[in-house]
């Protein structure tokens, strides 16, 4: 079984570029959550994609948007990067099927703005 | 809300000795609850879990009980390694439109020899 992988592992951007980060969820997943993890802090929750639509949102702007792919792997896209966007952006996959099921993560990739 | 408040770090611990990581929730229904670890560089692993009051959670040698009446989900290992060392994440989840991770702000813990 293979596990959640992301790309790249370390980006360096500058303030104003945009970006794209990429994850492949665990096999047998549908459901794929992004979470932005700042130094010295625990993983915020960005959004959630379930069967390519999103289905939840936390209180991050619209610049953060996403896609999630039939084979259930999935982007997380970031416009007009800001210095605050510096962190360690976080996939995790799980199977949503009615009741809480356990969420997987990636490795993350750490993102520098310069 | 949902909220999750964990034992302020950084803790040190000599190797073998008893380890207790505080953890209180917050939420708005009946959520599962979760411990992860995170070690350097690294993404988050999956310790343990609980989905209901009075659940036991454990795993290598680590253990944590959902205890509804306190809103708490404390870690505990009875006799702590080097390799134990690490940044550990106290989370809950709810479904709520989506099923999202709420984490507290992590402790993080070193082992001595």
């Known amino acids: 079984e293979t596990g959640v992988t992301q790309s790249p592992t370390h980006l360096i951007k500058t303030r104003g570029q945009q970006v794209t980060l990429r994850c492949s969820s665990q096999?047998?997943?549908?459901?794929v959550s992004w979470y932005q993890q700042a130094l010295g802090q625990g993983p915020q929750f960005i959004f959630q994609?379930?069967?390519?639509?999103?289905?939840g949102r936390g209180n991050f702007p619209p610049r953060f948007s996403g896609l999630q792919f039939p084979n259930y792997s999935s982007e997380l896209n970031v416009n007009a990067l800001e210095l605050d966007d510096s962190a360690l952006y976080l996939c995790?996959?799980?199977?949503?099927?009615?009741?809480?099921?356990?969420?997987?993560f990636g490795p993350g990739t750490r993102l520098t703005v310069l | 809300g949902n909220s999750v408040t964990q034992m302020e770090g950084p803790v040190t611990l000599s190797e073998e000795a008893f380890l207790t990581i505080n953890c209180t929730y917050t939420?708005?229904?009946?959520?599962?609850l979760f411990w992860y670890v995170q070690y350097p560089g690294e993404g988050l692993q999956l310790l343990l879990k609980?989905?209901?009051?009075?659940d036991k959670g454990s795993n290598k040698g680590f253990e944590a009980t959902y205890r509804k009446e306190t809103t708490s989900f404390h870690l505990e290992k009875g006799s702590v390694q080097v390799s134990d060392s690490a940044v550990y994440f106290c989370?809950?989840?709810?479904?709520?439109?989506?099923?999202?991770?709420?984490f507290g702000q992590g402790t993080r813990l070193t082992i001595n020899p």
């Open positions: 995790a996959s799980s199977f949503l099927a009615g009741e809480v099921d356990t969420q997987y």
């Open positions: 609980a989905t209901k009051a009075d």
């Open positions: 096999s047998g997943h549908n459901t």
């Open positions: 989370a809950l989840s709810l479904i709520q439109g989506a099923q999202k991770l709420v």
């Open positions: 939420a708005t229904g009946y959520p599962s």
């Open positions: 994609y379930y069967r390519e639509e999103e289905n």
